[in-house]
């Protein structure tokens, strides 16, 4: 999810924490989860800072071993221990449930999104990305703003709000996972194009009743389409080219973080003055004709590398990134 939704899932889990009588019975311990289950919310995406490292570091380490098992414990120790410093004579194992919820809340609800986590670390590196929830989802935030509200100018018991929040939520997300379930495996009947070996994926969007589809066709191109009031359309057609230079990009880092974050590339490659620009995008993203997540190497005729850039970025300010001509 995105910043604002952890840190108001954190003033929630704040609020839930009430029905705790260890945590209600005592200002200090409402005041120490409190601050817990904020920090907490938001602690696993302290790997941001990779960007001072570079746009490959970031793509390739973001929400992998911070969001991983091992991690999980490790945050849940470290801000229960930290806590502990300056709240004397609190329940600390009440203290380290509150936040420990937090922190695996925080990457529970990730795993919902397309963008993903490496959850199952260290038994495996597998991306784990359901696809199901937006990485900012309107009715999660809002629900709980109206609910923090309630808390906040005494509407309402935090005992009684914050238990309805999360039931609603629970039932929230039981939907949409079946929702999407049906959806998904019911793709190929409602597409006319269907070869048997065909794969489809169905992305989650803002709008709850329209979703993306990406279609991995045998022969390993793709097919970008929508699904809109459970009607099926196809928009675009990405082909996978085959090239030298395409092979030799695989080598760089740039590349290789992009690859290690995705199986849903694909790449071109266009020859210039210079040499070859090969670039490889991931196609789960499109936007405005465009697919904005990208990995572009600029090679010379011997398969040197002249430039590169690896994140997020439109066509129009692409150039500004790479240092090096095409004309």
């Known amino acids: 999810m995105d910043t604002g939704t952890h840190l108001v899932i954190g003033l929630g889990l704040a609020g839930l924490s009430q029905i705790d009588p260890s945590v209600s019975a005592d200002t200090a311990a409402t005041t120490a989860v409190f601050i817990g289950t904020v920090i907490g919310s938001q602690i696993p995406d302290v790997d941001g800072l990779l960007r001072f490292k570079g746009n490959a570091a970031y793509i390739r380490n973001h929400r992998g071993r911070s969001h991983s098992l091992p991690a999980l414990l490790l945050w849940t120790l470290l801000i229960t221990g930290a806590l502990a410093l300056f709240f004397h004579g609190i329940p600390l194992l009440h203290l380290g449930m509150w936040v420990g919820i937090a922190v695996c809340f925080h ?74 379930y049906i959806l998904e495996k019911g793709l190929y009947r409602k597409d006319p194009t269907y070869m048997p070996g065909d794969k ?32 099926l359309r ?15 990009s695989k080598s760089h880092e740039d590349i290789q973080a992009l690859l290690y974050f995705s199986s849903f590339t694909c790449a071109e490659v266009k020859e210039h003055r210079f040499g070859y620009e090969v670039r490889w995008a991931d196609v789960r993203y499109r936007h405005r004709k465009q697919y904005p997540f990208v990995g572009v190497i600029r090679m010379d005729h011997n398969f040197q590398t002249l430039d590169s850039y690896v994140g997020w970025v439109s066509d129009t300010r692409l150039e500004k990134k790479l240092k090096v001509d095409l004309y």
């Open 200 to 231: 489809y994926t169905l992305i989650v969007t803002f709008s709850l009743y329209v979703w993306n589809v990406v279609k991995r066709r045998t022969d390993g191109t793709f097919q970008l389409g929508e699904m809109k009031n459970s009607k």
């Open 107 to 180: 990457v529970f609800t990730d795993c919902f999104n397309t963008y993903g986590t490496q959850a199952f670390r260290p038994f495996s590196e597998k991306w784990v990305s359901w696809n199901i929830i937006h990485i900012f989802d309107p009715f999660i935030f809002s629900s709980h703003i109206a609910a923090i509200f309630m808390w906040s100018f005494h509407v309402a018991s935090p005992k009684l709000v914050f238990p309805t929040l999360y039931g609603v939520i629970a039932l929230y997300y039981i939907w949409r996972s079946l929702d999407h």
């Open 234 to 248: 196809w928009i675009d057609t990405v082909k996978c080219e085959d090239h030298p230079a395409i092979e030799a």
